[in-house]
């Protein structure tokens, strides 16, 4: 299992532009989550996806939009680039069988996207 | 507001020496804490949760509730221990985790 994988590694777009990118989980993962992590931060949750559907999302502007695939790949779609969206863009992939909605699954990191807004 | 503070940006130690990588939290309620590493060309990783109250890698942390605090923890460290630390909070019911800015640990022979 080569784990979450991410494509592609790195981006290039310029100002105004649209950018895909995208995330396959972990083998037996249905949860993926994306978070933005800027130079010398931390990462930041953007949002989760869960059958489907966005389930939880973070501080972020409507530009910033999602979708899961039936097999749990996902992808992050952002409109309208700005600058300050140069970023470190990573996905996290959680298993299913919750023992309890309260409970915590691992989620499991992806090496991550980068992409530079010029 | 939910918030999580690593003071120190870098932490430099011999090798042997203690270490100890602070951070702290505000959040409402109670939380659930983590550390995660990241290695030097490699992914994101989950060192400990306090739930678990495990010892990984020599490392340890404890929730202090009345200080707010989750601080990481290791006796004697190795040249391995070289890595990028990140605290991380969890809100109740959700899957959500709220990072830290992170701490390098540089640790020389």
Redesign the interface.
Known sequence: DA??TQSPTHLIKTRGQQVTLRCSPKSGHD?V?W?QQAL??????IF?YYEEEER?R?NFPDRFSGHQFPNYSSELNVNALLLGDSALY?CAS?PANRVR??S?????????TRLTVL | AQRVTQPEKLLSVFKGAPVELKCNYSYSGSPELFWYVQYSRQRLQLLLRHISRESIKGFTADLNKGETSFHLKKPFAQEEDSAMYYCALRSYNTDKLIFGTGTRLQVFP
């Open positions: 784990g979450v949860t989550s978070y010398g931060q931390g990462p930041q949750f989760q939880q973070g990573l959680s909605e309260s915590y699954n691992e989620q499991f990191f992806g090496p991550g």
